[in-house]
């Protein structure tokens, strides 16, 4: 018996953690879920921040000018 199982050490250990992972799912899916939803919205609030400097940027360079068209339509 010990030759097989010194043999196959790689099987034994891949069917164990196989089946640490498999109850791992089958009984805290919902942590993993919520861990892996926190993950994706932290990444995409991440996403969006980099949108708003981006846009405060260019607003920078590129500032609007609403108060040069008031003045010109406005009579004197």
Known sequence: MWKSFNRN???IAGGLTGLAAAFLLIFAWPI???IF???IGVFLGEIF???RR???RVEEIFPKKTSEKKSKDEPN
Request: glycine fraction near 6%.
């Open 9 to 11: 050490k790689g099987k």
């Open 32 to 34: 993993i879920l919520i």
């Open 37 to 39: 939803m926190v993950i």
């Open 49 to 51: 921040d980099i949108f």
């Open 54 to 56: 981006v846009q405060n």
